[in-house]
């Protein structure tokens, strides 16, 4: 079964994706990416904060209209971005115009450092308007790890969950953090679908794990997809 399907996605409905939270973003992109393409889709890859340029991909820093489509006609899936500090890419903020010229819009919408876990400081995440579905992502070796040596933004996770910097994460801090819309689900449109990924599962009793939070977010309405990358997926560079 493909990534989309997986997900519950469609790729006639949910055109563009934001994909928020820790532990995999970027490979879930790239691979959402590969698989769009591989159906014959025109793809943009972008960003609303910074990411690192995939080395393979065409990457143009011209929003308009014409030069995305010359782009597309002759690369079917580029980067939208400007090269910044640390040379990551900033978005261009043109995510309507993406969506004119390509079929799938992919958006990463907040930084997590690599870290698994994160609850999102006041100016995150950033989800244009036009995203038709947000995926928000949590890589299960955070579970039993301290909050401070583990999460991103810790002390704004610890005052989050109510706990101290070396308590551990638990099933239900998880559970709490993707399905807050002051944790992952901040900013998320009652238009936008929604969708969470427990990444990082290839351990069994992760997986089991991962499943105990799945049921505690099913049962909040939320569907849930336990997932694992093997290491060669790993951000994303095999599949360009």
């Known amino acids: 079964m493909s990534l989309w399907n997986a997900l519950r996605l469609d790729m006639r409905e949910h055109r563009s994706v934001t994909l928020v939270g820790g532990g995999g973003k970027t490979t879930t992109m790239y691979y959402l990416a590969q698989e769009a393409r591989a159906a014959g889709k025109r793809v943009i890859v972008t960003t609303s904060t910074h990411i690192m340029p995939h080395p393979r991909l065409f990457l143009t820093d011209d929003p308009s209209p014409d030069n995305l489509r010359a782009c597309l006609d002759a690369h079917g899936i580029i980067t939208l971005g400007t090269l910044g500090r640390a040379d990551k890419l900033c978005g261009t903020g043109e995510i309507g115009v993406c969506k004119e010229a390509a079929d799938i819009v992919l958006i990463e919408g907040d930084g997590a450092r690599i870290r698994p876990l994160k609850v999102p400081a006041e100016h995150e995440p950033v989800i244009p308007p036009e995203t038709d579905a947000v995926i928000a992502i949590a890589g299960m070796d955070a579970l039993d790890e301290p909050i401070g040596v583990i999460c991103h933004r810790p002390e ?15 099933e239900e801090d998880v559970v709490k953090i993707l399905s807050s819309p002051e944790g992952s689900r901040k900013n998320v449109a009652p238009s936008m679908a929604y969708r969470c990924l427990l990444n990082k599962t290839d351990d069994p009793v992760l997986r089991e794990r991962a499943g105990i939070i799945a049921a505690g977010l099913d049962r909040l309405g939320i569907f849930t997809l336990i997932q694992h990358y093997e290491e060669k997926e790993r951000g994303g560079l095999c599949w360009f």
């Not at 704004?156 to 638990?170: M, S, Y």
């Open 156 to 170: 704004r996770t610890a005052a989050f969950l109510g706990k101290r910097l070396e308590d551990p994460v638990t």
